[in-house]
Structure formats: C-alpha cells, structure tokens
T-cell receptor
Framework: NAGVTQTPKFQVLKTGQSMTLQCAQD?????MYWYRQDPGMGLRLIYY???????DKGEVPNGYNVSRLNKREFSLRLESAAPSQTSVYFC????????????FGSGTQLSVL | GQQLNQSPQSMFIQEGEDVSMNCTSS?????WLWYKQDPGEGPVLLIA???AGELTSNGRLTAQFGITRKDSFLNISASIPSDVGIYFC???????????????WGLGTSLAVNP
C-alpha cells in the first residue's frame, strides 16, 4: 500500500521556468492538500481540495495553481518559478469530514535559482 | 497566519533520558495532534487528542490535551536513537462550511539523541 506518492523527489529550476508537482493517493481519500515547509516557518497550506471537483486557497496560494484531476490525483503547478518558491513541498490526504488523520507524501525538494 | 508556540525549538539529549515538549495557543482547539517527521520524509501522526484533560499513550509516547484547551504536551520516555527527528504539534479548527478542518501547526521541536 503506497499511501501518498509525490514526484519528483528533487527538482532544480531557473527563475521563470514552469513545472508541475504530481501527487497521487491510493487510500480513496476525499480531501487532498499541498503544503510548503520552510525553515523557521513550519508547514504552510498552499491549496486544498476538500473533494473531487473542488479546490480552495490556503494561507500562501500566490504563484501556484492546482488541479484535482480525479479522486486520486492532485497536482501543484508553478507557472513562473521564483527564488522565493525554493522550499520542500508536501502533498497530504485525509478521509475528510471529521476525520483528522492526515497522511503525507515524502516531499519534493525544489530549488529555484 | 495563526501559529502555535512550540517549545523547546531543539533538544539534544542522552539515550535513555525522558523528553518533554509543549505547544500553546491563544485560541481554543477541539483537537490536538502530534506528528513526527524523520529526515527526508513527510510528517507521520503519533497521537491525536480530542477532549480537554485527555491523556493518551502510544508506546513510550504520552500526550495530554490541556484543561484550558489552549495547550498540549508530549512526553517521550527512555529515549532511543530512532526518536531523532522533528516533532510537530497541530491544533485543529474548522475551515469551511463543508466541515473541512484546518490544521494550525507549531514550528517543531528538533530532537537529537546521543547514543
């Protein structure tokens, strides 16, 4: 049982390049999330999808877009990468409703030069 | 955005010692969660607390939901090298009308264990 799978594991971009981070979960969860983790800032919510077909902004959505492709997949896109987007990105999923247990992927370490 | 005050920021202890860390908030939460993050991995849920005063154990880990509902504590007894990592607290509040709940995260306690 893979849980939450993120790709790629590492990525280096130049300023202005675009890329999409992929996330898939095999637990039939309704809700999916994208977080970024920075030193001294903790985990910050970028976007979330409460259920298939819906997406909403979190705390730090600027510079990002998301797509809930189907129940399993939730992608995060950087249209024009900036050095401030250098971070570790985590995808997470949960059953939804009152279920609180959040399952995380292993992260994508992104550097924007 | 809102954050929790988690302390200490870091700890360096000898194997076998007990560890205590805590989180405080200016807001009341209905649920407190404790996660551990190993290097290069995502956080993993250790303990979930649902009621004020609740004390819950998971092996050598014990966590408590503070009576005021504004704080929580995590204790690790008889630490071992694999306890190394970053421990995060999180408080849960309602996010939207769809009953989807938002987690407010502490900044983490980094634990190092000297064998």
């Amino acid at each position: 049982n893979a849980g939450v799978t993120q790709t790629p594991k590492f990525q280096v971009l130049k300023t202005g390049q675009s890329m999409t981070l992929q996330c898939a979960q095999d637990m039939n969860h309704n809700s999916m999330y994208w977080y970024r983790q920075d030193p001294g800032m903790g985990l910050r919510l970028i976007y979330y999808s409460a259920s298939e077909g819906t997406t909403d902004k979190g705390e730090v959505p600027n510079g990002y877009n998301v797509s809930r492709l189907n129940k399993r997949e939730f992608s995060l896109r950087l249209e024009s990468a900036a050095p401030s987007q250098t971070s570790v990105y985590f995808c997470a999923s949960r059953q939804g409703g009152s279920g609180e247990k959040l399952f995380f992927g292993s992260g994508t370490q992104l550097s924007v030069l | 955005g809102q954050q929790l005050n988690q302390s200490p920021q870091s700890m360096f202890i000898q194997e076998g010692e007990d560890v205590s860390m805590n989180c405080t908030s200016s807001s009341i939460f209905n649920t407190w969660l404790w996660y551990k993050q190993d290097p290069g991995e995502g956080p993993v849920l250790l303990i979930a607390l649902y009621k004020a005063g609740e004390l819950t154990s998971n092996g050598r880990l014990t966590a408590q939901f503070g009576i005021t509902r504004k704080d929580s504590f995590l204790n690790i007894s008889a630490s071992i090298p694999s306890d190394v990592g970053i421990y995060f607290c999180a408080g849960q509040e309602r996010l939207d009308a769809g009953n989807n709940r938002k987690l407010i995260w502490g900044l983490g306690t980094s634990l190092a264990v000297n064998p």
